[in-house]
């Protein structure tokens, strides 16, 4: 108590009338770390304490927000939800980003936050952040993209909002995971695109097919050139411009749009075939990466967008409607012609 005292204290008014408020209804439900959480009857005001959960929110029940992880560029604004970008930069417990001041996060009058439920997370650490502030904390498994239909299911009924939304949320990834896992079933790995993710302003970091941050190449057929177990949740490992003119990519996915411009006249670059044939593409990013840094549902439309990439007679796609039908169920916001033009990749 003495410990809360101290982080309250600096607050003044706001903490005692957080202390004077009489305590909510309460319900007890079981998270998915199968943790027994005591959390309000109701709930209006959320915490997402990593990227991953702040996308979460922002897909299932924006209106509960009380922050963001991190800082939007100009260019995500106008796809966000309506008063997103208005939110205070409030940090994450975990994940990228700047670490989260439990004083700020209290003052939030947050009823409950959502944690992330990942063997790559510290699962005490948050505990007991949240812990400290009286804080009640709901993990939630949001490590793959099959992860993400239960996920929203899951939030949706945990925040009392519309099953309707969150059902058809969930029922587009399911199906979305049907149709990649039909499309790439025939294609031997011999015969897959090579593909290098060049991470960075130079293009010299990359993650291993087996991590998170690279599952939308594997769903979408495609055959990372980094063959490797992933070392931390983080990733983004070193790899030499050597190794991957060695291991000549048919396909270069850029996470900077600047590396994706400047490596076309490179001259270091030239020998490999993407750059040859001009086959890079700078990853769309607005608001958030539709393959990673967050991980998140956004892999649904970018796995798409990638296996017509690389099969576009086996997976046709209309790009420019199945982005506008992702942005308005997902998003909340329509995408106008000039947004596509905007938001989606030129070769």
């Known amino acids: 108590m003495n410990l809360l005292l101290n982080l309250l204290r600096p607050m003044g008014l706001l903490a005692l009338l957080f202390l004077a408020a009489p305590p909510a209804p309460a319900r007890e439900i079981v998270d998915m770390a199968g943790r027994h959480v005591q959390i309000p009857d109701r709930i209006e005001r959320v915490y997402g304490s990593a990227p991953p959960l702040s996308v979460l929110l922002a897909m299932a029940a924006p209106e509960t927000m009380v922050g963001v992880n991190l800082v939007f560029e100009p260019e995500a604004r106008r796809y966000l939800p309506a008063g997103l970008a208005e939110l205070p930069v409030l940090g994450g417990v975990y994940g ?57 299911r899951f939030t949706a009924r945990l925040l009392g909002r519309d099953g309707k939304a969150s059902e058809a949320q969930a029922a587009y990834v399911e199906k979305a995971l049907a149709r990649l896992k039909a499309g790439i079933a025939a294609i031997p790995e011999k015969e897959r695109v090579r593909v290098y993710y060049a991470e960075g302003p130079a293009g010299l970091t990359t993650d291993c097919h087996r991590s998170f941050h690279t599952e939308a190449i594997e769903l979408a057929g495609g055959y990372n050139i980094h063959r490797c177990e992933p070392r931390s949740h983080m990733g983004m490992e070193a790899i030499s411009l050597e190794q991957v003119i060695a291991a000549d990519p048919q396909v270069i996915l850029a996470q900077d749009p600047k590396f994706a411009a400047a490596v076309r006249s490179d001259p270091r670059w030239q020998a490999i075939r993407a750059v040859k044939d001009g086959r890079i593409y700078a990853v769309p990013r607005w608001p958030f990466n539709w393959l990673d840094r967050p991980p998140s549902a956004m892999r649904a439309l970018g796995a798409q967008w990638l296996a017509n990439l690389f099969y576009p007679s086996r997976l046709p796609l209309d790009l420019h409607r199945e982005t506008r039908e992702f942005y308005r169920l997902f998003l909340h916001t329509q995408v106008s012609d000039g947004d596509l033009a905007e938001l989606l990749p030129r070769p």
């Open 96 to 152: 990228m980003g700047r670490a989260a001041n439990p004083e700020e996060v209290l003052g939030t009058r947050a009823q409950i936050a959502l944690a992330w439920q990942s063997p790559f997370v510290d699962r005490a650490m948050v505990e007991n952040f949240f812990g400290r502030i009286g804080m009640p904390v709901v993990f939630i498994h949001l490590d793959t993209l099959a992860d993400w239909p239960a996920a929203l």
